[in-house]
């Protein structure tokens, strides 16, 4: 029995959205949990994957596939599926983990379910699970039947826990693909202004309607970068064109999970709150007590972000 | 260019989401209905496309029969033929979904069928990629910058910093995502067009899927209403506290 996982790297290590898909990977209690990881041996960060109780890695090395292929991806996994007999194959439920299990779930033919926080094997072919609808505003309780479970993990939901560490084997895959899988292929090159993500950030330090404009902004990004952290925006920023739709925090832009998300002169619409609630603590400044943010934050400031902001940028330079 | 866009007619939440007694579905007696942010985008990125290069914008939706309001909207905004797959109120999965969708699109022809990356309600992230498999077309998702010419489309996206760029041959699907484009408001002249216009009509069946929902429900925040530290620049010194006491001043 194993479940495979396709492990994402971030700069050289594993990524945090993909260890906490092992996270949940590991709670089915197979037998052998892989990952699956799609680099050079020599980069493969393999005591850490032990630390998350990975048993088995399957590398697949730029000599055979090259760059992100989504349907080759999928391809790939679809083979190691058949020849570990897995039960569950899953993924992080980032932009490529979706994409590459949606693939796979053509590929199969079988039914794919995104963004789960809880998968429970239920005997034969059968897992009950939790996942997310309205991007997390929602639970659903479903069950699939299938012969191989596949899904995506919801990371703003589920924690990153370590494991003790298992004895762990790495072994080289290559994969068969037919010409079709290399079809659609990401040419990469550096984007915007490179820094920390949005996604990935520690500190987010956002900012909404309150700011009034275009210009208002130069005080959240200094406390960002004070914070080491970086400017979020609530939709309405971006729909008015005030910030690029890449600072976007929520539904239909990014979902965060940092330290700490300090929202300011943001109301809170559910849809803002889909994409920060995965924030550990949320901090609100608002001239509102009564805006809906403060039902979703554990410390609020009443007041106007333009005095607070400048405030509390000087008193930290002062420490 | 044919292009055929579609989209899926969900309820507009605003303050907070409800679920019906039998938990089945979002409580819709005090809201109306709309498409997502995604799919606005979609529809506004094929009539652009159109405007430029000329052709047809088809908008196409799977839904009860009152989503013909949604279709309305579409074509208000420029798109020029509507379709409705019509249900009979269940709920069809992606599988079904994208395969009514494939029927559709083979029978009548299309360069480009674009879709929102996931939609707002059900967010199953595949029945653009399942509909591109059906018809073995190349597929790009999440896609927050197109440019369009005679035989292929350069797909853009960002991840983790990276730019990703995919060059797809035409005919080819396409998820896109909010920011791609700031959608423009209907005319008044549209608007009138929208409601003479007629809506082409099939019902395809429903299936099970191997994923049943058994019920929806509200997680518990564990959130309480916040502690206010203070009024304006008073609170600052509590705020850097509170900041020191959650350690994310290094």
């Known amino acids: ?319 | 260019m044919e292009i055929l866009v579609c989209v899926k007619r969900v309820p507009t939440v605003g303050g907070k989401i409800a679920v019906t007694t039998d938990g089945q579905e979002v409580d819709t007696r005090a809201s109306g209905f709309s498409i997502s942010p995604h799919e606005e985008c979609a529809v506004e990125e094929a009539v652009q496309i159109t405007e430029r290069a000329g052709g047809t914008v088809s908008v196409l939706t799977l839904g009860p029969e009152a989503a013909i309001e949604q279709l309305r909207g579409a074509l208000a905004l420029g798109a020029g033929r509507a379709v409705l797959l019509e249900t009979d109120g269940r709920e069809f999965g992606p599988i079904v979904t994208a395969a009514a969708i494939a029927a559709e699109v083979r029978d009548r022809g299309y360069d480009l069928v674009l879709l929102g990356n996931e939609a707002a309600d059900t967010g199953d992230y595949q029945v653009g990629v399942r509909l591109a498999h059906e018809l073995g077309w190349p597929v790009a998702t999440g896609i927050k910058n197109l440019t369009v010419s005679a035989d292929r489309v350069v797909a853009r996206r960002e991840y983790r910093g990276v730019e990703e760029a995919y060059e797809l041959p035409l005919p080819a699907v396409v998820t896109v995502k909010e920011g791609i484009n700031l959608p423009r408001y209907p005319s008044l002249p549209g608007r009138l067009r929208a409601r003479r216009a007629a809506v082409e009509r099939s019902a395809p069946a429903w299936a099970a899927e191997g994923l049943r929902k058994e019920a929806l429900r509200v997680p518990e925040s564990g959130k309480h209403q916040a502690e206010v530290l203070g009024q304006g620049v008073d609170a600052v010194p509590s705020l850097v506290r509170v900041l020191e006491e959650m350690g994310v001043l290094s």
């Open chain 1, 1 to 319: 029995m194993t479940v495979l996982c396709l492990t994402e790297l971030d700069g050289g290590e594993a990524a945090d959205a993909s260890l906490r898909a092992l996270t949940l990977g590991r709670s089915l209690d197979s037998s052998a949990l892989a990952a699956v990881v799609f680099a050079d041996s020599a980069s493969v960060p393999a005591g850490a994957l032990a630390g998350y109780g990975v048993t088995d890695v399957y590398v697949i090395e730029p000599g055979s596939l090259e760059g992100y292929a989504p349907q080759a991806w999928a391809r790939t996994l679809a083979g190691l599926a058949a020849e570990t007999g897995a039960t569950a194959v899953l993924a992080a439920g980032t932009d490529r983990g979706n994409e590459v299990l949606a693939h796979l779930g053509a590929i199969t033919g079988l039914p794919m379910a995104a963004n789960c926080t809880l998968v429970t094997p239920d005997g034969g072919q059968t897992h009950r699970l939790v996942r997310h609808r309205w991007a997390g505003l929602l639970l659903e309780d479903a069950v699939m039947e299938a012969p191989v479970a596949l899904f995506t993990v919801a990371t703003d939901s589920v924690a990153n826990v370590s494991a003790t560490p298992a004895a762990l084997s790495v072994h080289v895959h290559k994969p068969e693909l037919a010409g079709a899988d290399l079809v659609v292929r990401a040419a990469e090159s550096p984007a915007g202004a490179g820094g920390v993500s949005l996604a990935t950030a520690r500190v987010v330090v956002g900012g909404g309607r309150g700011v009034g404009g275009p210009d208002g902004f130069a005080p959240l990004e200094e406390l960002a970068e004070l914070l080491g952290g970086v400017v979020g925006v609530s939709r309405v920023v971006t729909s008015e064109g005030w910030r690029p739709h890449r600072q976007q925090v929520g539904q239909t832009g990014t979902k965060i999970t940092p330290e700490l998300y300090l929202a300011c002169g943001i109301s809170g619409a559910i849809q803002h709150i889909a994409g920060c609630a995965g924030a550990r603590h949320i901090i609100a400044i608002n001239t509102d007590p009564g805006a809906p943010i403060l039902g979703h934050a554990d410390y609020a400031v009443i007041g106007d972000l333009h005095q607070v902001i400048p405030a509390l940028v000087a008193a930290l330079r002062a420490r």
